[in-house]
Structure formats: C-alpha cells, structure tokens
C-alpha cells in the first residue's frame, strides 16, 4: 500500500493564481482531512470528509473548497490565492471503525504564495 | 483558552538525556491520547497513543495520562540524535462520526551528540 500521496511536493504561486492540491489514499478510508501547519503553530483543520460526497468545514476554511467524488480522493482547491496561504498542507485519512481515531498523513505540499 | 495547549519549545538536549514533553487540555470527554512525531519535511507518524488514563511503555517511550489533571506525557529514555523532530500531541473523544483530531502546537527537539 502506499498509504496516503499528495501532489505536487512543491509549489510557487503568484498572488490571485489557483491551483489543486491533491490527495490520494488507497486504504479504504472513510474519513479524510486536510490541515495546514504553519511554524510553531501546530496543524489547523482546514476541512474534513466523512465519506464521498460530504464534506464539511474545519478550523480555518476561508479560501479554499474541496469536494470528495470518490472515497480514494480528496482534492483542496485554492482560489485566488493570498500570501497569508504559504504554509505546509497536509492530507490525512483514518477508518470509520477506528476507535483511536489514528490518522495517517501524507507527505505534504509545500506552498508558497509570492 | 485553546482545547490542546503544548509548549513549542524549541527543546535542546545532550544525547542520553531524558526528555519530558507535555500536553495540557480542557475537554473532559477527550478519551484516546496520542504523540505523533514529525521530522523534518515530513508528515507526521503517529509514536504511542493510550486510552484514558495510565501509562504505556514502548522501548524508550513512556505516554502517561492522567485525566484527573487533564495532563499528558510522554518521557524519552536515553535520547538519541535520531529522536530529534517535533512532536505533537493528539486527541479525540473517540468513536465519533468525523474520526477528528486534536492537535498541540508541537514541541521541537533537538537532541545534540
């Protein structure tokens, strides 16, 4: 399995531009979520999915959008983008039968808004 | 009053030292407790995790949990360079219908030779 992947790594983006950062899982997780990490700032839920075709806010959703058409894919959106949204995203997923809640993360994009 | 508080740190140990790194939280409902580490550049893995209170050991690594003092910890024996990253605690009420986490804001460690 290769667990949770995100594309791409890396990316520079001019202010205003748009852009997808994707996120793909083959564990057959219901669950997915997307977080930004800022330094020293912990990870900040952006928005989260319980299953294809739900999606629902977090903690900090101003500016992005995502959708979840397949249980395997969760893509974030970026729209008209700012310098406040240079940071780290990260896309995590757990089961629904998970009592801990475990989640597992991707690698990570790193973003940065000029 | 944020729900997960944790100082970030930065944390600069000698190797062989012990480390404590702790977490305070407000949310007496929160059931499963976890420490995730991160390297650098990486995503974060999850390290330990324990259910309500007590203690739970693995190699070096020692989680305790103790609700009365909506206090958690997690001790590193004999610290490696290896060990060096951030580490961030993590909780959930558990068993709920979105699976969500609560994160701290991370320590940063670093361990020197």
Known sequence: NA??????KFRILKIGQSM?????????????????????????LIYYSVGAGITDKGEVPNGYNVSRSTTEDFPLR?????PSQTSVYFCAST??????NEQFFGPGTRLTVL | QKEVEQDPGPLSVPEGAIVSLNCTYSNSAFQYFMWYR?????GPE??????SSGNKEDGRF??????????????????????????????SIGSSNTGKLIFGQGTTLQVKP
Not at chain 1, 95 to 100: G, I, N, S
Not at chain 2, 46 to 51: A, E, G, I, Q, S
Request: include cysteine; charged fraction near 20%.
């Open chain 2, 38 to 42: 991160q390297y650098s550049r990486k």
């Open chain 2, 62 to 91: 020692t989680a305790q949990v103790d609700k009365s003092s909506k206090y958690i910890s997690l001790f590193i024996r004999d610290s490696q360079p290896s060990d060096s990253a951030t580490y961030l605690c993590a909780m």
């Open chain 1, 78 to 82: 970026l729209e008209l983008a700012a």
């Open chain 1, 3 to 8: 667990g949770v992947t995100q594309t791409p």
């Open chain 1, 95 to 100: 089961h629904r039968q998970a009592r801990d």
């Open chain 1, 20 to 44: 997808t950062l994707q996120c793909t899982q083959d564990m057959n997780h219901n669950y997915m979520y997307w977080y930004r990490q800022d330094p020293g700032m912990g990870l900040k």
């Open chain 2, 46 to 51: 999850l390290l330990m995790y324990t259910y």
